[in-house]
C-alpha cells in the first residue's frame, strides 16, 4: 500500500486555552500491521472534553499524550488488513485510533461494533458518550423516578443523552446551557422541563426558582463555579455525579473548588462520586441494549453533530471548549462509503 | 423542687471566630415534666464542632440554635423525674440536653444508656463520638485490611478513636494533627504508623513521603486547605469521608473549596461523602457492641479530655477550634454521684 496517511502530531503542551499551534499536520506512511494487530482506516473521530485532559502531563485512566505523538482520540474505523484472530477486513472497529488516515493497533485495544448501527450513533449515543450518561445517571447517580436532576452542558454530548434518559425514568430535568437558542433547543427537541442559561443575568435566581423542591442528583459535566451554584440547593441526601469537568480543563493552574461543598456534604449527606464508563465494561452489552431499545421505541434521540474534514480536527476541538456544538461533536475524515469499497 | 437551673443562654450569632459574648449566663428554674416528658439532671456536656454550625442561621441536621435559646448541646445526665413510659428516676439517658443543669424534654428524643459504662465512654467512644468514627471508616470509606488510611483532627474526640479502628481493621494509619506533641502522642499511645504535623514547616512533603503508595480513605475531619493537599495522592477508587469541616466552622463567609478536587474525583474514580450517625440509629446496638468487644479485649483506648465547671463552658468550646484537646472534649457540671444521690 502506497497511501499516504495524514496525521495530526501533537507538537506541545498547551498552558491554558487551546490554540491550533499546538498541532502539527504531517505526511506518515502507512503502518503494516504485525501479528495480532490491525490496520484500521479511521473514518469518524470523536471530539471530546478528555482529548483536552489527556494533554496534561500525568496519566488520568491512560498515559497522556505526548510530544511528537499522533493525537489521541477515540474514532470509528473499518479494519483493512487483519492480522488477529477474530477479525475481518470490513470489520467496523472503535478504539483509540486517532488523528490519522490509518491506525496500526493491537486488536485488544479495540472493540468491534455491530455494523447494523449508524456509525454516527456508534460512535455517540452507544459509544463513551451515552454510556457516561447511562451509568452516570443509573449506577453512580441512582436516579429515582419523582426525582429533580440538574445537568450542566445539558446540550453537549453527554447532557443530550442524559436528559432524555433521566426524563424517560421519571424524573424532572433541568439543563443548564450557554446561551438561549440552546436552551429553547433542549427544552423544545429532547424534553428537558426546563432549561436555564448560565451565561444570562438572572442564572442564580433562575436557578433557585427551577429547584424549588430540592436537587437530588447534580449530573456534573463542567465543575467549577456551576456547581457551586447548585451547592445550595442540594436536598438530603443528594448525589453529584462526576463525569466532567470542562471549565477545568484549560486552566494552566487548577482553580478554586466549589465554596461550601464539603460542609454540605456532611450536613446533608452529600455524595460526589467519579466514574468513567471502562469500569462498567462488563455490562456494555446490557447498556447498549437498553439505548437501543430506547432510541427504537422513540424516547430518545441521539443529537450529533458531525463536522467534515481532516483539517478542521484542531479548531474543531478548540471549538468544542467554546460551546460551539449542539449533541455530540465529530469529524468524518473518511467517507464509510470510500471505506466499504475498500474493504 | 426550689433548686435554680443555671442556663447558658446564646445571645447572637457569631460573625466569625467565637467569643465569650455571645453567651450570657442566667439561672433559671427548674421545668416540671409535662405527660410524656422527663426532667433530667444534666452532668456531663459534649463540646463538638458541630456546636459551631448550628450557630448558622440554617438547618443543619437539625433545626438551629435560636438567640435566646439555652445553648444546644450532647449531654449525658440522669432521670429525676419522669412522666414518660418506659422511663424511672435514676435512668441514664443520652440527648440534646443543652448547657443547663436542669434539662426538661420529650422522652423520645432521649436514648436510655446502659449505666455499666462509663460516663465518660457513653459520652465518647460508645456516643456521637465513637460512632462517628466507626460508621465513617466501615459504611461511607469501606476500609479494607491492607489500605492507606488517613486521619485529620487525628488527636480529636473522633480521630483518636477513627485511628485505632483502622489500626485494629488492617490498614495502614497516618494522622495529622497540630504540633509535635500530639504527633508522638498518637503514634506512642494510640498506633498511628504515622504521624505529620500540619502546623510544621515541612507539611506537604512530609505527606507525600507517608503516603508514597498512594492513598485509600481520607476521613476527613477539617476540610480545607488539609483535603486540598491529600487530593493529588489519591488511588484510584479514593474515598474521602466526609465527617466534618473544623477549618469552615468559624468562617463568615464560606471559603474557597480544595484546588483539583473535582477533576481528581473524575480521573481517579473518587468518590466523598458526607454522613450523620443519626442515619444509622437502626444499628447503633450493633456498632455499640463492637465498640465495647474491642475496648475489653485492649484493642481500643478511648482518650477523654475532660474539664470542671459550668463556668468553663465558653472558653472550653472555643479551645476546641484552638486544638486544646487530646481525644474527647466534655465537661463536668454536675458530678454524677450527687445524681446517684438524688435518684
Redesign the interface.
Known amino acids: 500500500m502506497s497511501e499516504k496517511s495524514r496525521q495530526w502530531i501533537f507538537l506541545k503542551r498547551p498552558s491554558g486555552t487551546l490554540t491550533e499551534d499546538i498541532f502539527e499536520l504531517r505526511e506518515g506512511t502507512v503502518g503494516q500491521p504485525g501479528e495480532g494487530e490491525l490496520l484500521v482506516k479511521v473514518g469518524l473521530v470523536s471530539l471530546d472534553p478528555a482529548n483536552r485532559?489527556w494533554m496534561a502531563p500525568v496519566a488520568?485512566?491512560k498515559p497522556p499524550v505526548m510530544p511528537g505523538d499522533v493525537m489521541h482520540s477515540f474514532a470509528i474505523g473499518r479494519v483493512i488488513r487483519s492480522r488477529a484472530e477474530g477479525y475481518a477486513v470490513g470489520d467496523i472497529v472503535e478504539g483509540m485510533l486517532g488523528w490519522q488516515d490509518y491506525a496500526v493497533l493491537a486488536a485488544e485495544t479495540v472493540r468491534k461494533r455491530d455494523s447494523r448501527h449508524s456509525m454516527e450513533n456508534l460512535l455517540g449515543v452507544l459509544g463513551i458518550t451515552g454510556l457516561s450518561a447511562y451509568y452516570g445517571l443509573l449506577e453512580v447517580g441512582k436516579i429515582k423516578a419523582g426525582e429533580t436532576v440538574v445537568i450542566s452542558a445539558a446540550a453537549g454530548a453527554v447532557g443530550t443523552i442524559a436528559g432524555q434518559i433521566a426524563k424517560l425514568k421519571g424524573c424532572r430535568v433541568i439543563g443548564i446551557a450557554g446561551g438561549a437558542h440552546k436552551c429553547a433547543w433542549i427544552v423544545d427537541e429532547l424534553g428537558y422541563d426546563v432549561a436555564i442559561d448560565y451565561k444570562g443575568p438572572n442564572f442564580k435566581a433562575e436557578l433557585a426558582d427551577a429547584v424549588k423542591s430540592g436537587v437530588d442528583v447534580y449530573f456534573?459535566n463542567v465543575?467549577?463555579e456551576i456547581?457551586?451554584s447548585i451547592v445550595p440547593h442540594f436536598n438530603i441526601f443528594g448525589r453529584i455525579v462526576?463525569?466532567?469537568?470542562l471549565t477545568?480543563?484549560n486552566d494552566a493552574e487548577?482553580?478554586?473548588?466549589?465554596?461550601?461543598?464539603?460542609?454540605?456534604?456532611?450536613?446533608?449527606?452529600?455524595?460526589?462520586?467519579?466514574?468513567?464508563v471502562l469500569?462498567f465494561a462488563e455490562s456494555w452489552d446490557k447498556a447498549e441494549a437498553d439505548l437501543v431499545s430506547w432510541i427504537d421505541a422513540g424516547l430518545l434521540k441521539p443529537p450529533v453533530d458531525v463536522r467534515e474534514g481532516f483539517d478542521t480536527l484542531p479548531g474543531n476541538l478548540i471549538g468544542l471548549f467554546k460551546g460551539t456544538n449542539k449533541g455530540k461533536l465529530m469529524v468524518r475524515i473518511n467517507s464509510f462509503d470510500d471505506l466499504a469499497s475498500q474493504a
Chains 1, 2 share one sequence.
Open positions: 485532559a488520568t485512566y456534573d465543575g467549577g456547581l457551586e462526576a463525569c466532567g469537568t477545568d480543563y487548577p482553580q478554586p473548588g466549589p465554596r461550601g461543598l464539603q460542609i454540605a456534604c456532611v450536613v446533608k449527606r452529600l455524595r460526589m462520586e467519579g466514574f468513567i469500569d
